[in-house]
């Protein structure tokens, strides 16, 4: 009998999360904007990941910095990652959220490195990236378990980061305008 009610309450899990992105998808529902925050929290919110996985900094190898955009295969230290983030128009100060935002994340300094840009969709601007302490945990995960992975020390993986996160307000990611999909050449999130 237990068997049969967990298997109900994960099938009414799965049926209140659809109704929710419907819901989210539908209503005009709005992210609230949070600033980014500063470098200091950015590098102790990417040092607890690191902890939690038993990921020391000094483990990281040095390599030279690289002239980004570029490709990174293999890294130990630079990872390509994507979350949620908000972009702000430099000229009008608009803003706009973005669920296709890309940076580079350097796990010896605990810092990101490279940020890739939007361009606002009525003055053509590039915007850069501001992300939360959320978004820098799920890409620092995302970092820490790619160099678990290459090293051969993943021990327990987490699918979560693998999720396509949600468009913000149901619109579609906007490719002629990523800076993500323009150095690759296709969209960046397939």
């Known amino acids: 009998m237990e068997v049969i009610e967990r298997r109900i309450q994960g099938l009414e ?3 209140n999360y659809c109704l929710l992105l419907l819901s989210i998808g539908n209503s005009g529902v709005r992210v609230k904007y949070a600033p980014e925050p500063s470098a200091a929290v950015i590098k102790e919110t ?20 690289p002239h980004f955009p570029c490709e990174l295969l293999g890294s130990l230290r630079y990872f390509n990652t994507k979350a949620f983030a908000w972009f702000s128009c430099p000229k009008r100060h ?13 796990l010896k300094e605990m810092e990101i490195c490279y940020r ?11 915007a ?11 890409m620092a995960t995302f970092a820490v378990q790619m160099y678990l992975r290459r090293t051969g020390k993943l021990v327990r993986e987490d699918h979560s980061f693998h999720s396509e996160p949600l468009t913000a307000e149901g619109k579609p ?3 002629d305008r990523c800076g993500k999909c323009q150095y690759l050449g296709r969209s960046c999130w397939k």
Do not use: G, T
């Open 173 to 175: 990611h906007d490719e």
């Open 116 to 126: 890739f840009l939007q361009e606002c969709n009525q003055c053509n601007k590039d």
């Open 46 to 65: 990417i040092l607890d990941i690191m902890k939690e996985h038993r990921v020391h900094p000094q483990d990281i190898p040095p390599e030279p910095k």
């Open 94 to 106: 608009k803003r706009w959220p973005s669920a296709h935002a890309w940076c580079y994340l350097d």
């Open 13 to 15: 899990n799965k049926i």
């Open 128 to 138: 850069q990236p501001e992300f939360s302490v959320e978004s820098v945990k799920r």
